[in-house]
Every structure is written in structure tokens, then in C-alpha cells.
């Protein structure tokens, strides 16, 4: 379907969004075909202003806020057609691409429950995880498998491992300003001022059983999308790398970052693997 002036206008709004709010991510998404790329950034753009609202519009009513967005998103979806530009871009990849909205729920309950919620029991917090995290994979995945068949059930549980994984390597990453920004601890019996060795050894096991699983499912990608995703993986498996190697009080000290230049490197070596068959 040819795209009007307003959908490119839209789809570009939700390409700067991504692109100033993640340069990491922005190099994955350049690194999909070009086939894939503005539904990513579309998905992108959408899971960043629902985050806004809960992570930063604290001075705001962010109940009223976030209803309001949940309206607006549903209303986009039906009507195929918003003045929100990024509601807008949104829409044309649900629409185009079949993206459940199922993932679409889910994603903004968990959205939902970081307004209600500021620790969790083990239910809660693989219920937070699917949603922020593995739906938002699987809307991707969607995008990605939409010309392929069957393809979409065979890579679903690498798909959600990989999300899994990243969201809780951000939360290792931002132990800190979670716990004392906003008052939440994601991880399940573990108190912030006693964060111990076997607290962090026991989830440190558990992100890198979800990393090997992932890298299965991103073997078994098209060529279109394996790139970018295995560059994301790197990514994150480095700044994984960089945490593990820190010991626990010095993990909730600080927030982790990879320089640009290591960045550079993973998206020669993600290219070179591809072009090799090395992923």
C-alpha cells in the first residue's frame, strides 16, 4: 500500500523519537532491511511515549495520562488514522503488518502496573517482563515474519527469551535511579540496601540461560532482520558483560554505558559474522 504524505511526515516523527532517544537501537533498526525498518521505528516511537508518561511526567496526572494514551492508541488502531504522528505511524504498522493486540494490552498494563506497583512478587514480575518487554519482541516479530509463514511460532519463545533478557539487564543497569528515582525495585525479594553476591549471581544465571536461547531463535532469522537483531543482542550482551564483572554495591552506584567506539566495533563484527555465517 503506497504511503500518503501524512504517513511518511508520521513515520519520520517516530524515526527521530527513536533516534534521539536510543542511538543504540537506531543502528540496530539501520542494520534491518529497509522493508522492515519504519514499523520498528513505529513500534518504537509508541512503547517510548507510553514510557514517558510513567517515568518521567511525574509532576502530571499520569493515570488520566496514560488512560488517555490507551484511548487514543485503540481509537488510532480502528479509525486507521491519528493526529498523534507517532499514534498515527503506529497504527499503519498494527494494520499493516497483523500485530496482535494482545501484545498491544500487555504492553500497557505493564505500563499500568509502574504506576501501581513499586516491588513484585515472582507473578508480577514475569507478568511485567512479558509485557514491557517480550510483547513489545513479538510485535517486532511480527513485522519481521510477515512475508514467511509459519515462522512466526517457530522463533515466538526465542523472540521472548531475547526481550526477557534486555529488559532485565536494564534493570541491572538501572538499579539505582529505579529504586531511588522512583521508588521501585523490579526483582523479586531483593532489597536495594542489601543487594548481595547471590542476589545478583542468581539473576546474572538467569540472563545468561535467556541470552543462549535467544541466539537460537536469531540464527534462524531471514537475512532481512538477523543483522539488526544480532547487533542489538551484542549490544546488550556486552553492556551484560561490563555488569557482570562489577561487584554488586558498585552495580547499584552507578548506571552502565557502552562507548561509541565499542559500538562501532559490535556493528562491524555483527556485519562481518553475517556476511560469514559466523552468527
Request: charged share 30%; with cysteine.
Amino acid at each position: 500500500m503506497k504511503l500518503t504524505l501524512y504517513d511518511r511526515i508520521a513515520l519520520k516523527c517516530s524515526r527521530v523519537v527513536t533516534k534521539e532517544y536510543s542511538t543504540s537501537f537506531s543502528l540496530g533498526i539501520r542494520m534491518l532491511a529497509p522493508r522492515h525498518r519504519n514499523a520498528v521505528y513505529a513500534i518504537y516511537g509508541f512503547v517510548r511515549l507510553a514510557d514517558e508518561i510513567v517515568d518521567t511526567f511525574f509532576n502530571q496526572l499520569q493515570r488520566e495520562m496514560l488512560d488517555r494514551f490507551r484511548h487514543d492508541t485503540a481509537e488510532a488502531i480502528a479509525r486507521r488514522t491519528s493526529i498523534n504522528p507517532v499514534l498515527h505511524s503506529f497504527q499503519w504498522a498494527v494494520n499493516t503488518y497483523n500485530i496482535d493486540r494482545e501484545f498491544i494490552d500487555a504492553f500497557l498494563f505493564s505500563m499500568e502496573m509502574d504506576l501501581n506497583q513499586k516491588d513484585h512478587d515472582q507473578k508480577s514480575y514475569g507478568q511485567y517482563i512479558y509485557g514491557s518487554a517480550e510483547a513489545v519482541g513479538l510485535m517486532c516479530l511480527r513485522v519481521f515474519c510477515h512475508d514467511l509463514p509459519g515462522s512466526f511460532d517457530r522463533l515466538r519463545e526465542p523472540a521472548r527469551k531475547l526481550g526477557s533478557a534486555f529488559q532485565k539487564v536494564n534493570f541491572l543497569r538501572d538499579i539505582k535511579s529505579d529504586y531511588v528515582d522512583r521508588g521501585r525495585m523490579y526483582f523479586p525479594g531483593v532489597d536495594f540496601n542489601g543487594f548481595s553476591v547471590e542476589d545478583k549471581k542468581l539473576i546474572e544465571e538467569d540472563i545468561a540461560a535467556e541470552f543462549r536461547e535467544a541466539l537460537k531463535g536469531i540464527r534462524d532469522l531471514d537475512r532481512g532482520s538477523r543483522r539488526g537483531v544480532y547487533l542489538a543482542y551484542s549490544y546488550y550482551l556486552a553492556l551484560f558483560g561490563k555488569i557482570r564483572k562489577t561487584p554488586p554495591e558498585a552495580v547499584t552506584g552507578r548506571r552502565f554505558r557502552i562507548s561509541d567506539g565499542r559500538k562501532l566495533l559490535l556493528l562491524v563484527k555483527a556485519v562481518i559474522y553475517d556476511l560469514t555465517g559466523l552468527i
